[in-house]
């Protein structure tokens, strides 16, 4: 779990770059959905933060949707509070959710906040639990490529902390621990990924998209259960 002050920065940078994250996710991100889903998707968004995503979609028609979030202060950012929401720890699904009840899931940037190798595993197994056979999950994360590797070291650089302080100085304590969160994630868990979907056969390939490059969005189906 991140730390409070971890969460509280986050969500004073989230709402320095709220614009931003909505024109991407409403460019860009929502219309590789729109491919697999149609409006009347139950759908789950797992780490759905201050509900950018789940608004986009809700804009577009869709009125079966859930989020969880462990962070309060995140959910209550979310403009329509008729959207049904759970602050708890999304590893926790079973306990608030029926099985088989969501078509679709949504995990956006959320697996690197996981810390063992257990966390990770456990997720899945839950995650299936609540799937619909056939049911698509979407997984978003960064990809360990270039872009990455500049974004970190401007945020490091002493240059670009001295020539932009008002747009440096917001984000270096954030990726600083964000990178050792993603660190762990490409080290560790990334290579684990495609066998732990596999584990019993619960989930099936689908497709990888790469958004503008830097990220890598997996979708992947819920098999039925052996």
Known sequence: MDSPELTERFVRLASTDNLAIMAYYDKVIVPILLKYLEPESPLLDL?????????????RGFKNLYGIDAASILLDRIPDKNIP???????????????????????????????????????????????????????KELRNGMFYRIYNGMIK????????????GPRNFVQTHEEEMHSR????????????????????FVKRHTPLSFENLLVVRANPTP
């Open 157 to 168: 650089s002493s240059v670009t902390q001295f020539l932009f302080p008002w747009f440096i």
């Open 185 to 204: 994630f490409f080290d560790f868990f990334l290579p684990q990924l495609k066998k732990i979907l596999r584990t019993k056969d619960r989930f099936s």
């Open 47 to 59: 780490g759905c933060g201050g509900g950018v995503l789940l608004t986009l979609l809700q804009r």
């Open 85 to 139: 929401v759970i602050c708890d720890n999304y590893l926790n699904v079973r306990s608030h959710f029926q099985q088989g009840q969501f078509q679709a899931a949504t995990v956006f940037n959320t697996l690197h906040h996981l810390e063992t190798l257990e966390e990770f595993e456990a997720f899945f197994y839950n995650l299936h639990y609540i799937m619909k056979p056939g049911g698509l999950v979407f997984i």
